[in-house]
């Protein structure tokens, strides 16, 4: 396992040995894991402990009581004051919109605490494969500026060094997150970020409602926040990391007050049922 508390296990057995533990309460014993996750019955317990222990051991999510117990752990963040945490708002610029077979070109980022901005992390990357025309006039970034670059298996230890336990920012958060996690997978294989994630792109939506659209410009445009090189990393985050500050403000206003419960506001209101007073009336079916 890498020296990094913020990554975790991205195995498909890890997965669900999580899920199944939410179905019993978030504790079981390693048998019950055995029997429903690896498919194999009346093995002994001793052996179901170890084998679960090697699976889980080192992922904080998890805690072994007694070699036989496992334990899922709440995400200790979900309860805390959104003004008592840390928060590292990203952007990243790529070779292209999918991944793979794209790759980060650069990637910028900001670090909150208590509504203000204490630190930074800038970098070009170093793709390994040749920047698109498209892309370098949107950008700018061209495949020159990159040559000298360093390679994202050369910036991951700094990255996760400087995200650490911190809350993630983006604007469209699942866009940067995934490549993040995908290039961090090229380094660490088999593991991702653990952090958890809020998009402000969601979260405008529901504190900015009626703007004509919700992109990094036209949300910035609306706090009077000047975004000086458009689809440059380092501009793109610093004016998002601003847009959030103004978003925690309205956050506060509403009485959203810690993570769990910006991670729910974020998500669209559910729409009541129509319901209608009118009776019902079956279609004529011949013999029914």
């Known amino acids: 396992m890498p020296p990094y508390p913020n990554l975790v296990s991205d195995s498909t057995l890890v997965q669900e040995t999580i899920e199944l533990l939410r179905l019993c309460g978030g504790r079981?014993?390693?048998?019950?894991?055995?029997?429903?996750?690896?498919?194999v019955s009346h093995i002994d317990e001793e052996l179901a402990g170890l084998l679960v222990g090697d699976l889980v051991k080192d992922d904080r999510?998890?805690?072994?009581?007694?070699?036989?117990?496992i334990e899922l752990q709440a995400h200790h963040c979900e309860s805390q004051c959104l003004d008592e945490l840390d928060f590292v708002v990203v952007d990243i610029e790529a070779?292209?919109?999918?991944?793979?077979?794209?790759?980060i070109i650069e990637l910028g980022a900001y670090r909150i605490r208590r509504r203000k901005i204490i630190d930074s992390f800038l970098t070009l990357v170093n793709p390994e494969i040749t920047i698109p025309r498209f892309v370098m006039a949107?950008?700018?970034?061209?495949?020159?500026?990159v040559k000298q670059a360093?390679?994202?298996?050369?910036?991951?230890p700094q990255w996760l060094e400087f995200v650490q336990d911190a809350v993630l920012i983006a604007h469209n958060a699942p866009f940067d997150t995934s490549f993040l996690n995908h290039e961090i997978a090229r380094v660490y294989p088999g593991h991702r970020m653990v952090n958890p994630h809020l998009c402000t792109v969601l979260l405008s939506r529901r504190t900015v409602p009626g703007l004509?659209?919700?992109?990094?410009?036209?949300?910035?445009?609306h706090f009077s926040i000047p975004i000086f090189d458009r689809h440059r990393a380092g501009s793109d985050?610093?004016?998002?990391?601003e847009v959030f500050i103004r978003i925690l403000d309205r956050l506060e206003e509403l009485g959203?007050?810690?993570?769990?419960?910006?991670r729910s506001f974020q998500l669209p209101p559910l729409k009541p049922t129509k319901s209608s007073s009118q009776p019902h009336f079956l279609p004529l079916v011949s013999g029914f």
């Not at 070779?95 to 790759?103: F, H, I, S, V």
């Not at 949107?138 to 500026?145: A, D, R, V, W």
């Not at 985050?237 to 990391?241: D, G, N, Q, V």
């Open 212 to 221: 004509t659209n919700y992109r990094l410009d036209t949300v910035a445009d």
């Open 138 to 145: 949107l950008t700018g970034i061209t495949n020159e500026m």
């Open 256 to 262: 959203v007050k810690d993570l769990a419960a910006a």
């Open 28 to 39: 079981a014993n390693a048998s019950q894991i055995v029997d429903a996750v690896f498919k």
């Open 237 to 241: 985050a610093l004016a998002t990391a």
């Open 150 to 156: 360093p390679l994202f298996a050369e910036v991951a």
């Open 61 to 69: 999510r998890f805690k072994i009581i007694d070699g036989k117990i």
């Open 95 to 103: 070779t292209g919109a999918k991944m793979p077979p794209n790759r």
